[in-house]
Structure formats: C-alpha cells, structure tokens
C-alpha cells in the first residue's frame, strides 16, 4: 500500500493537502475494530507526540466531518416485531457483514454466535469472529433487565459497560473499547423474527473512522 487515499467525497485540495502533510510526517494509524487490538500499518514509523498528533488530527476531523454522513438505516425502523436480544440470541446465530475501515478495502466478516439464557435471566452471548485471514477472535457479551424493566450489559473487549435500549424492531447499544474507541450499534429485527440488520459505527474523537453493515441469522 502506497498510502491511504482521501475519501473521493472530500477529495477537494485543502483537505487533500493537510491529509497528505500530517500522513508524510506522521505515517502511523491505529485501527482496532474486532479484533480490538492497535494496529500499526508502518511499525517503524516516527509515533508523534501526543500534542502534534492532535493538533493534525483536528486540522483533519473539521473539514472531513462535514463528508462523513450520519447512516442512512433510519428507514428500517418499524413499530413491529419488537426486538428482544434474550428471545433473538438464545442459540445459534451467524452474521456475514462487510466491514468498512477508513482508507482501507472493505473486508468480510462472519460472526457464529452462541447464546443462553442463566437462570437469573442472564443472556450470555459468546461470539467467534473472522476477519479476512486474521486468527478467530472470541468475545463475551451478558446482558441483563432491570428490575425497572431497563437493559445492561457488559463485554470482554469493553471498557466499562454497555448501553442498550429497545424501541420497536430496534435495539440501539452503545460501549467503549479498550482502545478508547466508541462504538454504537443499531440492530433491525425482521419480519418473522429470524434476521437482524445490524449497521455499526467506530469513532475516535466523535469523527468515525469504521462502520459495518452485518446480516444476523438464527440457525435454530
């Protein structure tokens, strides 16, 4: 790879040539995605001070921000069937997604999951994912009601816990990685109940950096 490319969207010269200067001197990007891990594309690379790459990141993220649109899934909102993570993932489900990272080819996903219900209404969510040739990556979700109806849950590759919330067809979750990136989530249940569209977004610094577009399919 030769270098990232500016979006063709936000292709216009200013950005193009303070994108160009801040990647020539500093030639380094962190993507932690999945596999929730740093990534560096140039190992041996000069890392910038923290101040340097700031200031770069911010020349960057104010003329960019304005390119990188807010998703457009809203229309898969409906009033019905009415999502509920314990009835959808309680056994085996399977996602196949495309996962796009920020000046990089898109890469598929597939995702096998194994959920159960504890008998204190725990669902336990077990998740294999592979991306392209990386080793398989496992991660554990628990999610949880609230005596006030409200849900909650926790994740192995999260700092801190997630946030979830129901309307309709829609389940909205929201965490933070232990990278620091924060990742939002928006699942749609299809009619009949056995498929979810899940469309995702990675951001660092409010300005996003990956999102999926996944299809999930209960296998039983």
């Not at 996903?109 to 209404?121: K, L």
Request: net charge positive.
């Amino acid at each position: 790879m030769i270098g990232p490319a500016v979006p063709a969207m936000c292709r216009h010269d200013v950005v193009r040539t303070l994108y160009e200067k801040c990647h020539r001197r500093y030639d380094w990007i962190i993507v932690a995605v999945f596999r929730q891990r740093p990534l560096l594309v140039r190992p041996n690379a000069e890392r910038p001070s923290m101040k340097r790459f700031l200031l770069c990141a911010l020349l960057l993220a104010a003329p960019l921000a304005g390119c990188a649109s807010t998703p457009q899934h809203t229309s898969l909102a409906a009033p019905a069937p009415v999502f509920s993570p314990f009835a959808f993932f309680d056994g085996k489900t399977v996602g196949e997604g495309t996962l796009k990272v920020d000046f990089s080819d898109p890469t598929h996903t597939h995702v096998v999951s194994a959920g159960h219900i504890e008998p204190d209404g725990t669902l336990i969510l077990v998740q294999h994912i592979t991306e392209r040739d990386e080793p398989v990556h496992t991660r554990t979700w628990r999610i949880q009601k609230t005596d006030d109806g409200r849900l909650t849950g926790t994740l192995t590759s999260a700092r801190g816990p997630v946030h979830l919330d129901v309307e309709g067809n829609r389940l909205h979750i929201r965490f933070t990685t232990k990278h620091g990136l924060d990742t939002e989530q928006w699942l749609y249940l299809q009619p009949g109940g056995r498929v979810a569209l899940n469309r995702m977004v990675v951001r660092k610094f409010a300005f996003p950096l990956a999102s999926l577009d996944e299809t999930i399919t209960r296998r039983n």
